[in-house]
């Protein structure tokens, strides 16, 4: 697991999510992170909201939130399905105005 020390309580934290869960190990060896690590840093800062970019090419789709999670996961408690309320995913030139933000 991944120690946060900075930014706690951000407005908005725009984190890359280069590859997909199930790759933490490989995430790591090449200074990435899984969408899931992503979600998890956000809440663990307190982000209000939770940006992801930076997604490999490799994958033709982007992943939804829901295939992401095996089915232990899926069965997790609701504390960690609210990781997820305040997650975007973002595109090349996305332009977010704050004041949008729910």
Not at 23 to 36: D, F, G, I, K, P
Not at 69 to 92: A, G, T
């Amino acid at each position: 697991m991944m120690h946060v020390v900075e930014g706690q309580n951000v407005n908005v934290l725009i984190h890359e999510s280069k590859l997909e869960t199930g790759l933490e190990v490989y995430a790591s060896q090449m200074r990435h992170c899984t969408m899931a690590q992503a979600i998890d840093v956000g809440y663990r800062i307190n982000a209000k909201y939770t940006i992801l970019w930076h997604f490999s090419r490799r994958y033709a789709k982007v992943l939804f939130l829901s295939e992401t999670k095996n089915d232990d996961e899926r069965q997790q408690d609701e504390k960690q399905e609210q990781q997820y309320n305040n997650v975007s995913i973002s595109y090349d030139l996305l332009r977010i105005h704050l004041s949008d933000l729910p």
